[in-house]
């Protein structure tokens, strides 16, 4: 069970030694893992939530590559290409904050000597987002307020990998976003803190279609560490039982996609990018 003190403005712990960037004035910052992947949508929703609370402390980790199936299909390859462009044009025009440029690898977080890296930090919070490995319990408890993860997929319906893709597939009229608490090593199954939806736009690709969700996905982050701050827990209500687990897509669910005039990616997503409104 995850523990929230009764006064955030009292730090549970002080911070040894400057390994989180400071970027604020704030005498009590919060000190914040931001766990995430080098791609396009978690750069950007990680440089969003930055943005948005430049007072707090950041620290950032990346979860690596993982390995690369023999009978993945091609498609998704070209989707990781146009992502990794995409990134880097992202990197030159947005000029990502500290923490990311400085973020390291965290391929084995549960690993003692992972363990040992996020307890040397001595986080408050946890954040993911996008982050590919699952955090067992002696990793989700290290920050003394938990793990908080922002799925691009409304739970319990769509748990798993890109679920934007088959929300689409299944020709859903709208997408979403959840926020939910890590609380054990299940995927996607934490409490869930709460869900924005949108309207899917299938004049759209499916990687811009999941750019979209993460502003107002990243809106419900920040309400979430401001309730923290506050000294007040979050609510969140325990997921209804059914829902489904969506594995990465076959060559077959590809194609059915194409066949119906959608398209992974097109390299213009960027455009749909705006530095978010203060």
Known sequence: ????????????????????ASSGSRDLPVRIVLLGHADLSSLYALQRLIEAMPQHDYAAFMSGDLPVATDSPRELQRL???????????????????ALIEAATLP??????????????????VVSVRYRRILKREAIAIPRLGVLNLHSGVLPDYKGVMATFWAMLHNEAQIGATLHRIVDAGIDTGPVIGIRRIAADYDATYLANVLRLYGPGCDMVVEAIETLEAGRKLKAT?????????????????ETFRKRGLSLADGREMAGIEPRKT
């Open 108 to 125: 084995q977080p549960n690993s003692a000597a992972g363990r040992r890296r996020l307890e040397s930090l001595e986080p408050d919070l």
């Open 1 to 20: 069970m995850l523990c929230f003190a009764a006064d955030f403005n009292v730090p549970a712990v002080t911070m040894r030694g400057h390994a989180f």
């Open 238 to 254: 325990a997921q209804q039982p059914g829902g489904r687990y969506f594995s990465t897509p076959r060559s077959v669910d590809i």
């Open 80 to 98: 990781a290409d146009v992502d990794a462009t995409l990134c880097a044009e992202f990197r030159a025009k947005r000029r990502p904050a500290k």
